[in-house]
C-alpha cells in the first residue's frame, strides 16, 4: 500500500494537484497529472487512487479523510468482503466501479433463471425513512421503460442494512470517455444528446426528476447509443427537497453539475434537469465545463453557478488548443441554446426537456429556434437556408414586381396617351400589396416569435388602407378589397382565435371599417356573392369580440346573421373549400358559446352539439369532394376535438378520452408534417389540456399530469418565442392551471408553486393591457385558486383563506355575466369553506359551505344538464355533510348532505356515466352514513 504524504505541505501539494485536474477526462488527465506530479510516483499514485472516488471529494479533504480513501483504493477485489455474497437473488461476482453513491458489482441470478445485472450497494445505511422511501419509489422507478434509460429492476436492502438497486448492466463507457475516445462529428454529438434528452422528458412525464445528470451517468454502448443510469436514485438517497452536498459516504448531488436552485436549497423540478442537460451539452461542445476555472474548489465552484454568467460556449471553444468544434459552427443559434438551458433563473430556461430538444432538432434541420430573437432577417436567412431554389425564384419574382411598381409610378406621370398602361401598372401593385396581406400575412401569423413582424404588418397596413380610403372615390371594386384587407388586418390586431398583437378595441375598429367599405361598395352596385361572405366572416368576427368580452347574447345575435349569410349563398360558392372552412368555423364558435364545457356560455349543450355536428357534416362533404386538401384534414381535426369535448361535458368520460386520443393523433400527424406552423403546436398542447380532466375522472393520474405538463411544455415555449402574442399567453395561462392542479392533487405542491406564480404573472400582463376585461379578470382569480390550494396542500391554511378570498373578490363582481363566472364564485366559497374546515374552524367551515351549495344547488337548477354542475355539488355537499360531522356534530344535516350527494352521483350512475374517480368518491361518502 502506498502510504499518503504525512506533513502539511504535502498535504496542500496533493489537494491543488486534485483541484486542477479532477474536472479533465482521459487523455488530458494523465498528461497533466504527470506533470504535475513532476516525478514523484507516490504522489502519482495517491492522486490516482483519489481520482477514482472524485464523485466522493469533499470541498477541502482533511488528511483522515485522505488516508481512509487510499485505503479504499487499496482493497483488492480479492479483499472485497461482499464479492461471493448473495443479495437478493443475485451472487456477486466481480466489483465493477466505486463512486459517490455506491459500489456497483457485476451479478448473477442464483434461483434458476440466467440474468447477469449490476448491482448498486449505496453508501448509506437503511434507516426507517431511507427504507419508506424505497417502498414508495422503487415500483415507479422499476417502470421506466425507454431505450436510453437503464432499468432499475429492483430494490432492497442486504441482510446487514445496506441498501441496494438491481440495475440493467450496460456494457459501454461513460459520456466524457465516449466524446474523447470516438471524437464524433457535431451532428452525432447533437444526435446522441437529444437520445438523452429524450429519456429525461420520457421520466419528466412520469413526474420523476434525475437531479444528478452528469457526464459519468451516462453511459455509450458499443453501437454509440447513450443510457442514462442513477434515474432517480438522488431522490431515494436525498428525500424530499434534500439538497445535502457531502452527506457522509454519498451525496443527493454532484456540485458540478447541480443547478443553482439546488445549491440554494429550493426546490427541486423538471427545470433542475434541464438545467443539468445544459452544462452536460456545453462540455459536448466545447470540451470544458461551463464555470469550472482550473483551480476551483467545489466553494468556488458552487459561487459560481449561482452568482457567475457563463461564457458563449463559441467563445470559450475559441480560447481553447484544440476544441472538438470549431468556434465558428457554435456560434450564434447552438450558443443561444446552450446559454437559454443553463440561465440561473428556472423560469427563464427551457420549459421543458421537449423545448430543448425541438431547438436542437430544430437547428439540425436548419429551421428557426427558439432560443433567439427572431428578427425579420433571421427568419428570412433560415427560410432561405432550407429553400435555396424556391428563395431564388421568389426573389426574381419579387425583382420583377418591385420593377413593375417602380415603373408604374414612372408611367402614371407619363402623358395622356401612356394612361391605360399606368392603370394597369397600378392594378399590378395594387395587387402585389394585397398578396401581402392576404398570402404573406398568414404564412408570417404561423410563425413561432413572428408578433414583431406582424406588429409591423399591422402598422404598416393601416396606414396604407387609410391612403387607399381617402382615394377610394366611386372606384367600387377598391371598397371591395379595402373591406377585405381591413378584416385581415383585424384578426393580426385581436381575432381571439388566431395569432395575434392583443390589440382588441384596434380589431373592432378594423372590422367596422371594413363593414363600412362593404356598404359603400354595394351602394356602388358591388354586392354578388363574394361580398356575401366577406359580410358572413365579418359578423363572425364581431361575434368572437363580443363573446371574448362575455356579452354573450349581442354575440350570439352575430353569429346568427353570420349563420344567415352564409346560409343565403348560392350552392357553388358555399362548396368553394374557403367558404365552406370558415362557414364550419362560425358553427363551431357559435356551438361554443350556446354550451362548451369549461368556458361561459349558454348552457346549451345539445344546442351546441347540433352545431358542432353540422360543421362536421360540411367538412365530410368537402373532404370528399377533395380528398387530397390539407386544410379538410386540420378542419376535420376540429370537429373530432369538439366531439372529445362534449362527450366530457355529458360526464362520459370514456368517450371523451377515446374521441380526444382521434383528435391527439390527427393534430400530432399535421404538426409533424408543417413543423413551422405554430398555430397546430397550439393545437396539439390544447388536446393533451383537454385530456386532464378526462384521464382524472377515469383515475389515471398519473397520465393527467403528464398530459398536464406536456400542454404547459407546448405553450411556454411557444410563449418564449413570441412573448406578446396575448392569444399564446391566454393558452399559457390555461395550461399553467391545469398543471399546478394535478401537480397539488399528485402531491407535488412544491413544483406547483412557480408554475402558478408565473399564471398570475401572466394574467396581470394580460390585464394591464386590456383592463377591466371579465374573461382575464376570471382567469387571473383562478389564478388565485390555485394558489390557495397550493397552500393548503403544504398546511399553510392562513395563506390559502387568504389566496381563496382573493380569488373570490375578482369573481363577486362577474357573477351577473355568466353561469361560469357565478360557479367560479361558488368553488371559491366551497375551498373558503374546506381550508376553515382543514383548519380547524367548525364554524365558519360550516357558514361557508352552506353559501356553496346554496349557490351550486341555484346553478343546477337552472341548468339541470351540466353535467359539471352537478358533479360540483355533489363534492359540495360531500363536504358540507363533512362539517356537520365535525366539532358539535350535528348528525341529521350531515346525514341530509350525504344522501344529496349519493342522489347526485346517481344520476350519473343512471344515464351509465359515472366516472370512475366520482365511483370512488361515492363509495367514500356512503361509508361515513349512519346506519337507519
Known amino acids: 500500500m502506498s502510504g499518503p504524504a504525512q506533513t502539511p505541505e504535502a498535504w496542500a501539494a496533493l489537494q491543488r494537484i486534485l483541484a486542477e485536474v479532477v474536472h479533465l477526462s482521459e487523455p488530458a488527465l494523465s498528461a497533466r497529472l504527470t506533470e504535475?506530479?513532476?516525478?514523484?510516483?507516490?504522489?502519482?499514485?495517491?492522486?490516482?487512487?483519489?481520482?477514482?472516488?472524485?464523485?466522493?471529494?469533499?470541498?477541502?479533504?482533511?488528511?483522515?479523510?485522505?488516508?481512509?480513501?487510499?485505503?479504499?483504493?487499496?482493497?483488492?477485489?480479492?479483499?472485497d468482503a461482499w464479492l461471493g455474497r448473495r443479495v437478493g437473488a443475485f451472487a456477486l461476482d466481480a466489483r465493477l466501479g466505486r463512486g459517490g453513491s455506491g459500489t456497483v458489482y457485476r451479478a448473477r441470478r442464483t434461483d434458476g433463471f440466467e440474468q447477469v445485472v449490476a448491482v448498486k450497494l449505496l453508501h448509506h445505511r437503511a434507516d426507517a425513512a431511507l427504507l419508506r422511501r424505497f417502498e414508495r419509489e422503487r415500483s415507479i422507478l422499476a417502470g421506466l421503460a425507454h431505450p436510453h434509460i437503464a432499468r432499475l429492476f429492483d430494490a432492497g436492502t442486504a441482510t446487514d442494512g445496506t441498501p441496494y438497486l438491481v440495475l440493467e448492466l450496460v456494457d459501454g463507457v461513460t459520456w466524457d470517455v465516449w466524446l474523447t475516445q470516438r471524437t464524433p462529428d457535431l451532428r452525432t454529438r447533437l444526435q446522441r444528446f437529444i437520445a438523452v434528452c429524450e429519456a429525461v422528458e420520457y421520466a419528466h412525464r412520469r413526474l420523476l426528476v434525475h437531479r444528478d445528470i452528469k457526464p459519468a451517468n451516462i453511459l455509450v454502448d458499443a453501437t454509440g447509443q447513450p443510457r442514462l443510469l442513477d434515474f432517480g436514485i438522488a431522490a431515494l438517497l436525498g428525500g424530499e427537497g434534500e439538497t445535502t452536498l457531502t452527506r457522509e459516504g454519498g451525496r443527493a448531488m454532484t456540485p458540478a453539475y447541480a443547478a443553482p436552485e439546488q445549491i440554494r436549497g429550493e426546490p427541486v423540478t423538471t427545470a433542475t434537469d434541464v438545467y443539468a442537460l445544459g452544462l452536460v451539452l456545453y462540455e459536448t461542445l466545447t470540451g470544458r465545463h461551463a464555470l469550472r476555472e482550473p483551480g476551483d474548489s467545489d466553494l468556488a465552484l458552487m459561487r459560481a453557478i449561482t452568482e457567475r454568467d457563463a461564457l458563449r460556449p463559441s467563445l470559450r471553444a475559441a480560447a481553447a488548443d484544440a476544441p472538438p468544434i470549431p468556434p465558428q459552427t457554435l456560434r450564434g443559434?447552438?450558443?443561444?441554446?446552450?446559454?437559454?438551458?443553463?440561465?440561473?433563473?428556472?423560469?427563464?430556461?427551457?420549459?421543458?426537456?421537449?423545448?430543448?430538444?425541438?431547438?436542437?432538432?430544430?437547428?439540425?434541420?436548419?429551421?428557426?429556434?427558439?432560443?433567439?430573437?427572431?428578427?425579420?432577417?433571421?427568419?428570412?436567412?433560415?427560410f432561405a437556408g432550407r429553400n435555396r431554389l424556391a428563395v431564388a425564384v421568389a426573389a426574381v419574382a419579387a425583382i420583377g414586381v418591385l420593377a413593375a411598381g417602380a415603373i408604374a409610378l414612372w408611367q402614371a406621370h407619363a402623358a395622356g396617351q401612356a394612361r391605360a398602361l399606368a392603370e394597369r401598372r397600378f392594378a399590378q401593385v395594387r395587387g402585389f400589396a394585397g398578396t401581402v396581406l392576404f398570402d404573406y400575412q398568414e404564412g408570417i401569423q404561423k410563425l413561432a416569435g413572428s408578433l414583431p413582424m406582424q406588429q409591423r404588418l399591422v402598422r404598416d397596413s393601416l396606414g396604407f388602407l387609410e391612403g387607399l380610403r381617402a382615394e377610394a372615390g366611386d372606384d367600387r371594386g377598391l371598397w371591395a378589397d379595402l373591406a377585405a384587407a381591413y378584416l385581415k388586418t383585424g384578426d393580426l390586431q385581436g381575432n381571439p382565435y388566431l395569432s395575434n398583437v392583443g390589440d382588441f378595441a384596434g380589431a373592432a375598429g378594423s372590422y367596422a371599417r371594413a363593414l363600412e367599405a362593404l356598404?359603400?361598395?354595394?351602394?356602388?352596385?358591388?354586392a354578388g356573392p363574394s361580398r356575401q361572405f366577406v359580410r358572413a366572416e365579418l359578423y363572425a368576427r364581431q361575434a368572437h369580440l363580443a363573446y371574448q368580452d362575455t356579452k354573450l347574447e349581442p354575440a350570439r345575435a352575430l353569429y346568427e346573421k353570420s349563420l344567415a349569410q352564409y346560409a343565403a349563398l348560392p350552392s357553388d360558392v358555399r362548396d368553394d373549400i374557403e367558404v365552406t372552412l370558415e362557414h364550419a368555423d362560425t358553427l363551431d364558435f357559435y356551438g361554443d358559446l350556446l354550451g362548451r364545457e369549461g368556458q361561459a356560455s349558454l348552457l346549451d349543450a345539445e344546442g351546441a352539439h347540433a352545431s358542432y355536428e353540422r360543421a362536421r357534416a360540411l367538412r365530410a362533404a368537402a373532404l370528399a369532394r377533395s380528398p387530397d386538401e390539407p386544410r379538410l384534414a386540420y378542419a376535420m381535426y376540429k370537429s373530432e376535438l369538439r366531439e372529445g369535448e362534449y362527450q366530457a361535458g355529458r360526464n362520459d368520460m370514456r368517450r371523451a378520452q377515446a374521441a380526444l386520443l382521434v383528435a391527439l393523433h390527427t393534430i400530432e400527424g399535421l404538426s409533424a408534417k408543417n413543423p413551422d406552423d405554430a398555430s397546430m403546436r397550439r393545437e396539439v398542447?390544447?388536446?393533451?389540456?383537454?385530456?386532464?380532466?378526462?384521464?382524472?375522472?377515469?383515475?389515471?393520474?398519473?397520465?393527467?399530469?403528464?398530459?398536464?405538463?406536456?400542454?404547459?411544455g407546448i405553450m411556454e415555449a411557444m410563449l418564449a418565442q413570441a412573448p406578446d402574442d396575448d392569444s399564446i399567453r391566454q393558452g399559457v395561462t390555461a395550461t399553467q392551471g391545469w398543471a399546478a392542479r394535478q401537480l397539488i392533487k399528485a402531491g407535488r405542491a412544491a413544483e406547483a408553486a412557480p408554475v402558478i406564480q408565473r399564471q398570475i404573472e401572466a394574467n396581470e400582463v394580460r390585464l394591464r393591457a386590456a383592463p377591466g376585461n371579465p374573461e382575464i379578470e376570471y382567469s387571473l382569480s383562478l389564478a388565485y385558486r390555485r394558489l390557495g390550494e397550493q397552500r393548503a396542500a403544504g398546511g399553510d391554511y392562513a395563506g390559502a383563506l387568504a389566496a381563496h378570498r382573493r380569488a373570490l373578490a375578482l369573481q363577486q363582481p362577474l357573477v351577473a355575466q355568466s353561469a361560469e363566472f357565478a360557479l367560479g364564485a361558488a368553488l371559491s366559497t366551497f375551498h373558503i369553506g374546506s381550508v376553515a374546515l382543514a383548519a380547524g374552524d367548525v364554524a365558519a367551515a360550516r357558514r361557508e359551505l352552506d353559501a356553496a351549495v346554496a349557490a351550486l344547488d341555484a346553478l343546477v337548477t337552472a341548468s339541470p344538464d351540466a353535467a359539471s354542475y352537478r358533479e360540483y355539488q355533489a363534492d359540495a355537499l360531500a363536504r358540507q355533510g363533512d362539517a356537520w360531522s365535525a366539532g358539535r356534530k350535528d348528525a341529521a344535516r350531515a346525514d341530509a348532505a350525504y344522501r344529496r350527494a349519493l342522489d347526485a352521483w346517481d344520476v350519473f350512475e343512471r344515464a351509465g356515466v359515472l366516472s370512475p374517480h366520482s365511483a370512488g368518491k361515492r363509495d367514500a361518502v356512503r361509508a361515513r352514513l349512519v346506519p337507519r
Open 685 to 712: 398542447a390544447l388536446v393533451y389540456a383537454r385530456l386532464v380532466g378526462v384521464q382524472d375522472a377515469l383515475d389515471d393520474l398519473d397520465a393527467s399530469v403528464a398530459s398536464a405538463l406536456k400542454a404547459l
Open 519 to 526: 356598404d359603400r361598395a354595394a351602394a356602388l352596385g358591388d
Open 36 to 79: 504535475l506530479c513532476g516525478g514523484d510516483a507516490a504522489l502519482h499514485a495517491q492522486a490516482l487512487g483519489l481520482l477514482a472516488h472524485r464523485d466522493a471529494l469533499p470541498e477541502r479533504l482533511s488528511p483522515a479523510r485522505i488516508a481512509a480513501l487510499l485505503d479504499e483504493r487499496d482493497i483488492g477485489e480479492t479483499d
Open 333 to 382: 443559434d447552438l450558443d443561444n441554446i446552450v446559454l437559454a438551458a443553463i440561465e440561473k433563473d428556472p423560469q427563464r430556461r427551457y420549459g421543458s426537456a421537449r423545448a430543448l430538444i425541438d431547438d436542437l432538432e430544430a437547428w439540425l434541420a436548419g429551421r428557426p429556434v427558439s432560443a433567439r430573437p427572431h428578427t425579420p432577417w433571421y427568419l428570412l436567412r433560415k
